[in-house]
């Protein structure tokens, strides 16, 4: 079965430091992967997404993620971390489901702190 | 735009009642939306998918009877939880689809039973 790793269960991490959040993904040949940000109590926002051509992709908040067909893994990078970038991050993979629709199978997220 | 909105934000309800929660995308079409439900600390566990016009399927171990889903209309999807008792306290997001492999969610609901 499908399946999303996020090997990291918790990351502290200072602010102004620099952050990569690690993903391993287990389906397909040619995987759509995604990096959803979750505050306490809220709904998940979209970081950014891949599904083809340059493995590099920028996303939203000064986030970007590196695909690696080679390492099964797509993980999230930030250069300098700002306190509000507290949050749970999740990453995600859309798979065929039942019928015709796609749909994501999460990885269990990455709580992130930051320390002032 | 791929705003996605979830009405009630919080709602608590007493043993052996019906509550429902509605989810709508307001800027865009969504032929297909989706329920989650979401335990404390941990992932979104997907409970259905629903295309508009037709029943919704269900995930594996997600009771049918229990979790009515209805998609009338493609900005629209409700979820009713029939008969809820304290088991089924939790924080329930929706997501619709915009393009076919990505989602936009909504802020969630928490429910709880008394």
Request: glycine content about 8%; hydrophobic content about 30%; proline content about 4%.
């Amino acid at each position: 079965a499908q399946s999303v790793t996020q090997p990291d269960i918790h990351i502290t991490v200072s602010e102004g430091a620099s952050l990569e959040l690690r993903c391993n993904y287990s389906y397909g040949a040619t995987p759509y992967l995604f990096w959803y940000v979750q505050s306490p109590g809220q709904g998940l926002q979209l970081l950014l997404k891949y599904f083809s051509g340059d493995t590099l992709v920028q996303g939203i908040k000064g986030f970007e993620a590196e695909f690696k067909r080679s390492q099964s893994s797509f993980n999230l990078r930030k250069p300098s971390v700002h306190w509000s970038d507290a949050a749970e991050y999740f990453c995600a993979e859309s798979t065929l489901g039942g019928g015709s629709n796609y749909k994501l199978t999460f990885g269990k997220g990455t709580l992130l702190t930051v320390n002032p | 735009g791929a705003v996605v909105s979830q009405h009630p934000s919080r709602v608590i309800c007493k043993s052996g009642t019906s509550v429902k929660i509605e989810c709508r995308s307001l800027d865009f079409q969504a032929t297909t939306m989706f329920w989650y439900r979401q335990f404390p600390k941990q992932s979104l566990m997907l409970m259905a998918t629903s295309n508009e016009g037709s029943k919704a399927t269900y995930e594996q171990g997600v009771e049918k009877d229990k979790f009515l889903i209805n998609h009338a209309s493609l900005t629209l999807s409700t979820l009713t939880v029939t008969s809820a008792h304290p088991e089924d306290s939790s924080f329930y997001i929706c997501s619709a689809n915009q393009g076919r492999y990505e989602q936009y969610f909504g802020p969630g609901t928490r429910l709880t039973v008394t």
